[in-house]
């Protein structure tokens, strides 16, 4: 189990699901570096190809409860996108979607309510304000800005949400692995 | 000329508000242990005010200290410093009344590492370096070498739009005419705009595998005022202390981010970085982006919000689905 | 016939070469304008008349900035550790005798009452050529320190540059056996060793910089507890790591673990006491104030380690005067200690 205190837990590893870790985890030969140690797991298919792992920073009020719609909804989507509840997507800082890009996360979501329907009534306001300088800036650096996606999708938008996390994941399959913080071998 | 009138006036005006208990405490110039240096002044003193100097090397960004000095406090700015004090304000961490500003209308600093690339020589090699308008002449060998302002001044200085302080009690001097090159000190950046992503990625990591984690850059800058930096956390540890170039970069993306908006391009992070990482690279194309996107410039207006708590009904939302 | 010896400056390449086969060849060398020890490329000579001190210390050799201490899984049995042992032998060719003085001085703190097994075996298996300065910084006070620019005995091997060759005198028994095998190396006349004595008193007249080190633990010791001087010379700093990453004889270092389930590592990394949290503690922060770092850091270097191991734990190398953003000088802070 992962010692608390120690280990960045944005993440809480879910024991249950019975898979194979999608990439190996390696600890680099130079001195100093380790291959960045990938935290989430995605079930495999049966030819081992690769697939894309979606972080999705989704807010308590809408778009998670939209993502529960979709569940009860039976609607079908893919099962890249690992989600964290957040109280609101202005509690999204640039930080966390760096972090997820540095532990190995192929992409990054964050979703939240429409504008004017925030529950805290302009914290999504300040989301779309931070998202888009990230974005700008990430690809400044030589970070493809179509790993870090945004979307509104309220309370009611089960279908939508499906549908987003099926676009993003095909996009982010097109794109291809996250290989930026990676060291060479 | 003008350089000793406004040294005597702003010594005569420090001197004053120390008497009369204006301020607690003057922040200014004085000059270096080095060559060709300057060194913040920063006194209770009034017998320590003759010391206060204007000159072509008064590089620091004295508006860093107003975040944790107690008390009233004299200081002098230039442009670029003056727009890092009204961000302060903007982010409710100075009181303007607590603050008495001298502004100095900024003809541009010297870049000593540009004059040491020109010549092959040291600093402290140097025998003098004087500005004379947009012409900068200095005497190494027993020889004079003139150079054009252009060529020696800093980048961010080559750049400047507002080289007189916007906010001031005091102005030292006149408006000062500016030397531009606007194309010039842009160049890094274009260059780094006219590669690929990859090729991009791939510069920042060289570059970011000398970085030490020294945290100057962070320490200089005004708009670093946090209590606790994110990189000082534990708990979640968001990167190691550990100097490794993934973590270096994630450092400076998100202190770069985190500054959006407050960053007036004073230029001292990429001036003291002890491994020359160009990081004015981030923070002026950061600035630029600000500008692009939200039509905002850092430390103009006081009672603006802060950029990134800001908002309008009309920004752009094209890359949400 | 005298006791030294020569080498022609266009040989070194072919000579570094020959030692390139047994060891790790390091030059001064400037990537983006940085002068830092760097492997050497095999070709490239260029640094030999280059006359002035590297930017990143000779310490980061051997007590690099970030050091894997050790990998460990966890395993059905229990732990199984990996010790990365990094027994590859360096040559450090144009190591300056500040920078060579300061590894003596680190020394103390890693070998003597604890053996680091990190800097142990890099230090025994490094060979250090010394290289003398030609022209010192305005910001170099070695020979306040009983260090000369110009000389060292902290070395293998001490080169003086007398034009177009290095006389080389031989230190230890290693740096003798060094060059013994080195065809490019001759003897050195009487009126090679007059004109490196020349060299050598040109070299330590330039420091002029000064500093009275005679009883400076005494006088440090005396106005420990006057806080009002202390705020005073602490005022313009800014609490970054410069002055504490670049010297060459600071070495306090933070260890942290990374790990995701069953595996990690353990890292070494430079740490500095003048970063705010560097006393922090989860009940109270002794040195939250700046002035007491700040005094904290000068009676390390001129009060403490002196008490402790007898020598004042600073070489006059001037990186911290001259790299600090702020121009913070520890020479002007001593001189005017009160009292």
């Given at each position: 189990?992962?010692?608390?205190?120690?280990?960045?837990?944005?993440?809480?590893?879910?024991?249950?699901?019975?898979?194979?870790?999608?990439?190996?985890?390696?600890?680099?030969?130079?001195?100093?570096?380790?291959?960045?140690?990938?935290?989430?797991?995605?079930?495999?298919?049966?030819?081992?190809?690769?697939?894309?792992?979606?972080?999705?920073?989704?807010?308590?009020?809408?778009?998670?409860?939209?993502?529960?719609?979709?569940?009860?909804?039976?609607?079908?989507?893919?099962?890249?996108?690992?989600?964290?509840k957040v109280p609101c997507s202005g509690r999204v800082d640039p930080l966390f979607i760096l972090k997820a890009l540095r532990l190995g996360f192929d992409g990054v979501l964050v979703s939240g309510?429409?504008?004017?329907?925030?529950?805290?009534?302009?914290?999504?306001?300040?989301?779309?304000?931070?998202?888009?300088?990230?974005?700008?800036?990430?690809?400044?650096?030589?970070?493809?800005?179509?790993?870090?996606?945004?979307?509104?999708?309220?309370?009611?938008?089960?279908?939508?949400?499906?549908?987003?996390?099926?676009?993003?994941?095909?996009?982010?399959?097109?794109?291809?692995?996250?290989?930026?913080?990676?060291?060479?071998? | 000329?003008?350089?000793?009138?406004?040294?005597?006036?702003?010594?005569?005006?420090?001197?004053?508000?120390?008497?009369?208990?204006?301020?607690?405490?003057?922040?200014?110039?004085?000059?270096?242990?080095?060559?060709?240096?300057?060194?913040?002044?920063?006194?209770?003193?009034?017998?320590?005010?003759?010391?206060?100097?204007?000159?072509?090397?008064?590089?620091?960004?004295?508006?860093?200290?107003?975040?944790?000095?107690?008390?009233?406090?004299?200081?002098?700015?230039?442009?670029?410093?003056?727009?890092?004090?009204?961000?302060?304000?903007?982010?409710?961490?100075?009181?303007?009344?607590?603050?008495?500003?001298?502004?100095?209308?900024?003809?541009?600093?010297?870049?000593?590492?540009?004059?040491?690339?020109?010549?092959?020589?040291?600093?402290?090699?140097?025998?003098?370096?004087?500005?004379?308008?947009?012409?900068?002449?200095?005497?190494?060998?027993?020889?004079?070498?003139?150079?054009?302002?252009?060529?020696?001044?800093?980048?961010?200085?080559?750049?400047?739009?507002?080289?007189?302080?916007?906010?001031?009690?005091?102005?030292?001097?006149?408006?000062?005419?500016?030397?531009?090159?606007?194309?010039?000190?842009?160049?890094?950046?274009?260059?780094?705009?006219?590669?690929?992503?990859?090729?991009?990625?791939?510069?920042?990591?060289?570059?970011?595998?000398?970085?030490?984690?020294?945290?100057?850059?962070?320490?200089?800058?005004?708009?670093?005022?946090?209590?606790?930096?994110?990189?000082?956390?534990?708990?979640?540890?968001?990167?190691?202390?550990?100097?490794?170039?993934?973590?270096?970069?994630?450092?400076?993306?998100?202190?770069?981010?985190?500054?959006?908006?407050?960053?007036?391009?004073?230029?001292?992070?990429?001036?003291?970085?002890?491994?020359?990482?160009?990081?004015?690279?981030?923070?002026?194309?950061?600035?630029?982006?600000?500008?692009?996107?939200?039509?905002?410039?850092?430390?103009?207006?006081?009672?603006?919000?802060?950029?990134?708590?800001?908002?309008?009904?009309?920004?752009?939302?094209?890359?949400?689905? | 016939?005298?006791?030294?010896?020569?080498?022609?400056?266009?040989?070194?390449?072919?000579?570094?070469?020959?030692?390139?086969?047994?060891?790790?060849?390091?030059?001064?060398?400037?990537?983006?304008?940085?002068?830092?020890?760097?492997?050497?490329?095999?070709?490239?000579?260029?640094?030999?008349?280059?006359?002035?001190?590297?930017?990143?210390?000779?310490?980061?050799?051997?007590?690099?900035?970030?050091?894997?201490?050790?990998?460990?899984?966890?395993?059905?049995?229990?732990?199984?550790?990996?010790?990365?042992?990094?027994?590859?032998?360096?040559?450090?060719?144009?190591?300056?005798?500040?920078?060579?003085?300061?590894?003596?001085?680190?020394?103390?703190?890693?070998?003597?009452?604890?053996?680091?097994?990190?800097?142990?075996?890099?230090?025994?298996?490094?060979?250090?050529?010394?290289?003398?300065?030609?022209?010192?910084?305005?910001?170099?006070?070695?020979?306040?320190?009983?260090?000369?620019?110009?000389?060292?005995?902290?070395?293998?091997?001490?080169?003086?540059?007398?034009?177009?060759?290095?006389?080389?005198?031989?230190?230890?028994?290693?740096?003798?056996?060094?060059?013994?095998?080195?065809?490019?190396?001759?003897?050195?006349?009487?009126?090679?060793?007059?004109?490196?004595?020349?060299?050598?008193?040109?070299?330590?007249?330039?420091?002029?910089?000064?500093?009275?080190?005679?009883?400076?633990?005494?006088?440090?010791?005396?106005?420990?507890?006057?806080?009002?001087?202390?705020?005073?010379?602490?005022?313009?700093?800014?609490?970054?790591?410069?002055?504490?990453?670049?010297?060459?004889?600071?070495?306090?270092?933070?260890?942290?673990?990374?790990?995701?389930?069953?595996?990690?590592?353990?890292?070494?990394?430079?740490?500095?006491?003048?970063?705010?949290?560097?006393?922090?503690?989860?009940?109270?922060?002794?040195?939250?104030?700046?002035?007491?770092?700040?005094?904290?850091?000068?009676?390390?270097?001129?009060?403490?380690?002196?008490?402790?191991?007898?020598?004042?734990?600073?070489t006059g190398c001037g990186r911290c005067i001259r790299l600090c953003p702020v121009n913070w000088d520890i020479t002007q802070t001593l001189d005017k200690l009160p009292g």
């Open positions: 189990m992962t010692r608390r205190g120690t280990v960045s837990p944005i993440i809480r590893m879910s024991t249950n699901i019975a898979t194979t870790p999608a990439y190996m985890v390696e600890l680099g030969s130079s001195i100093g570096s380790i291959y960045i140690l990938d935290l989430a797991e995605v079930r495999v298919k049966q030819e081992s190809e690769w697939e894309p792992k979606l972080l999705g920073f989704l807010c308590k009020w809408c778009s998670y409860a939209g993502a529960d719609l979709a569940g009860t909804s039976r609607k079908k989507y893919p099962a890249n996108i690992r989600i964290i309510c429409h504008p004017g329907e925030c529950h805290y009534q302009t914290g999504n306001y300040r989301a779309r304000r931070r998202i888009a300088i990230t974005k700008k800036f990430l690809e400044y650096m030589g970070i493809d800005p179509q790993r870090i996606q945004a979307s509104w999708v309220s309370a009611s938008e089960g279908g939508k949400f499906a549908e987003v996390v099926a676009e993003v994941t095909k996009e982010l399959k097109e794109i291809g692995a996250n290989q930026l913080f990676a060291d060479e071998k | 000329m003008k350089n000793r009138e406004m040294e005597q006036r702003l010594r005569h005006e420090a001197k004053t508000w120390l008497e009369e208990g204006k301020v607690d405490y003057v922040i200014g110039f004085e000059p270096g242990s080095l060559k060709f240096t300057t060194t913040p002044l920063i006194t209770k003193d009034k017998d320590d005010i003759d010391r206060l100097v204007i000159n072509p090397f008064m590089v620091n960004n004295l508006s860093v200290y107003l975040t944790e000095i107690k008390g009233r406090v004299g200081i002098v700015a230039k442009g670029c410093d003056s727009r890092s004090i009204i961000s302060l304000i903007q982010d409710n961490q100075v009181v303007r009344e607590d603050i008495i500003i001298m502004g100095i209308p900024c003809p541009g600093l010297i870049d000593l590492s540009k004059v040491e690339l020109w010549l092959g020589r040291d600093r402290d090699e140097l025998d003098d370096i004087t500005r004379d308008g947009d012409r900068v002449v200095i005497m190494v060998d027993g020889k004079e070498r003139n150079f054009s302002a252009t060529e020696v001044l800093f980048d961010n200085c080559l750049s400047c739009e507002f080289p007189t302080p916007q906010e001031y009690d005091v102005l030292l001097g006149e408006t000062s005419s500016l030397v531009a090159d606007k194309i010039a000190s842009r160049d890094k950046i274009k260059k780094l705009e006219g590669m690929t992503s990859e090729q991009r990625w791939e510069f920042w990591k060289g570059e970011f595998n000398r970085c030490l984690r020294c945290y100057a850059c962070r320490s200089v800058c005004p708009s670093c005022f946090c209590k606790q930096c994110f990189v000082d956390e534990s708990q979640p540890q968001w990167l190691l202390p550990v100097p490794r170039w993934q973590d270096n970069l994630m450092f400076q993306i998100i202190r770069n981010i985190h500054v959006a908006g407050r960053c007036t391009d004073c230029g001292e992070c990429e001036r003291i970085c002890p491994v020359n990482i160009p990081l004015r690279s981030l923070t002026k194309k950061m600035y630029e982006l600000v500008g692009d996107l939200f039509h905002y410039q850092a430390g103009m207006d006081k009672s603006a919000p802060p950029v990134l708590t800001a908002y309008e009904y009309t920004d752009a939302e094209d890359f949400i689905r | 016939m005298t006791n030294s010896k020569k080498i022609n400056k266009k040989d070194i390449g072919g000579l570094l070469k020959e030692w390139s086969q047994e060891f790790t060849v390091f030059i001064p060398w400037r990537e983006s304008g940085v002068a830092m020890l760097d492997k050497w490329d095999g070709t490239d000579t260029g640094f030999i008349d280059w006359y002035r001190n590297t930017v990143k210390p000779a310490k980061a050799n051997f007590f690099p900035p970030m050091e894997e201490m050790f990998r460990f899984q966890k395993g059905r049995e229990g732990y199984h550790i990996e010790l990365p042992l990094d027994e590859h032998k360096q040559l450090i060719f144009g190591i300056r005798p500040c920078d060579a003085r300061s590894l003596a001085i680190l020394d103390m703190t890693f070998t003597e009452s604890y053996q680091d097994p990190y800097y142990l075996p890099k230090r025994n298996n490094a060979v250090l050529i010394g290289l003398g300065c030609l022209k010192p910084y305005d910001s170099c006070f070695c020979t306040s320190l009983g260090i000369s620019p110009a000389e060292s005995t902290d070395v293998d091997l001490m080169l003086t540059d007398i034009g177009d060759q290095f006389l080389v005198k031989e230190i230890t028994q290693k740096g003798k056996e060094l060059i013994a095998r080195a065809s490019q190396v001759e003897e050195a006349t009487e009126a090679d060793e007059a004109r490196a004595k020349e060299v050598r008193k040109a070299a330590y007249g330039k420091v002029t910089r000064r500093i009275d080190t005679k009883a400076i633990s005494e006088k440090l010791l005396s106005c420990f507890d006057n806080q009002d001087y202390w705020e005073k010379v602490a005022a313009k700093c800014i609490s970054c790591g410069i002055c504490t990453f670049l010297c060459p004889t600071c070495y306090c270092f933070d260890i942290n673990d990374e790990l995701v389930k069953r595996q990690g590592a353990r890292f070494r990394s430079w740490d500095s006491c003048a970063f705010p949290i560097y006393t922090k503690m989860p009940m109270e922060n002794p040195r939250v104030e700046k002035w007491r770092r700040v005094r904290q850091r000068v009676c390390h270097k001129f009060e403490f380690y002196p008490m402790n191991f007898g020598t004042i734990a600073c």
